[in-house]
């Protein structure tokens, strides 16, 4: 059955600009927001906690089936992680935790069992979900989706800007080369990989301030 609920997707990859625009569009619209890249950094900070190895398949996928966490909005800012009800943002929202997330979401049973919570997320009146793989697998049949670029510098430079106010005191090469690496991974990996959806509208948010890109994106879901 069709589900009525209206879901706004934004897929990309880090630095596009998805979690910041995807904030302000839920706020503006009064929708439940979806940040799917801080479930994925939530269970990598669950995994380095238990010590766990990420080749330990059985083990991480009983510890993402366990999963207890939540996302705070905080636009402009990203939205702040809490697990188990623990502010834990300072300590997940780096590259290195970004890595460790990354490697564990080319993992197809942790995406299996990270969908059941996702999905749980499409809640009235509406909800706009942010990620790499929202509308081509969790939400194939969403309104709207949005699939958001940016030039690699730019996006760096963005992620270099992000962590600096985090305490972040790597070079911005180091970062670019970080970053390269992980969208690469997202972008080769065998299950669900960043893509953007068949009928997804494309949008080069380079040369874009987050209140175009908001307001751009928003322009679609309303008319
Ligand atoms: O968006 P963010 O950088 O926080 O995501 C961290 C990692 O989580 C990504 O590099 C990607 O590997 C993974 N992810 C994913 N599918 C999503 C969202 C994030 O595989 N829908």
Redesign the pocket.
């Known amino acids: 059955m069709n589900n009525p609920v209206p879901v706004l997707t934004l897929?990309g990859p880090?630095g596009s600009g998805?979690?910041a625009v995807g904030q302000l569009c839920a706020q503006k619209l009064g929708w439940h927001y979806l940040?799917?890249?801080?479930?994925?950094?939530a269970l990598a900070y669950v995994v380095r906690q238990a010590g766990l190895d990420a080749g330990d398949v059985e083990a991480v996928v009983q510890r993402a089936e366990d999963l207890k966490m939540e996302c705070l909005p905080n636009p402009p800012e990203?939205a702040v992680i809490m697990v188990n009800g623990e502010n834990v943002d300072d300590r997940v929202?780096n590259e290195e935790m970004?890595r460790l997330?990354?490697?564990?979401?080319?993992i197809p049973a942790v995406?299996a069992a990270l969908l059941r919570v996702?999905r749980r997320a499409r809640q009235a009146p509406g909800l706009v979900a942010?990620?790499?793989?929202?509308g081509t697998v969790?939400f194939p049949d969403a309104h709207r989706k949005f699939f958001l670029t940016a030039g690699a510098g730019v996006r760096a430079e963005r992620r270099y800007k992000q962590l600096k106010v985090k305490g972040f005191d790597g070079s911005l090469a180091a970062l670019f080369e970080a970053i390269q690496e992980?969208?690469t991974?997202?972008a080769q990996?065998a299950v669900?990989p960043?893509k953007p959806a068949e009928d997804a509208t494309m949008l080069d948010t380079s040369d874009m301030s987050i209140d175009e890109v908001v307001s751009r994106v928003l322009d679609r879901v309303i008319h």
């Open positions: 897929d880090s998805k979690g940040d799917s890249g801080a479930i994925y950094r990203s929202r970004g997330a990354s490697r564990l979401a080319s995406r996702q942010d990620g790499r793989d929202m969790v992980r969208d991974r997202d990996r669900s960043l």
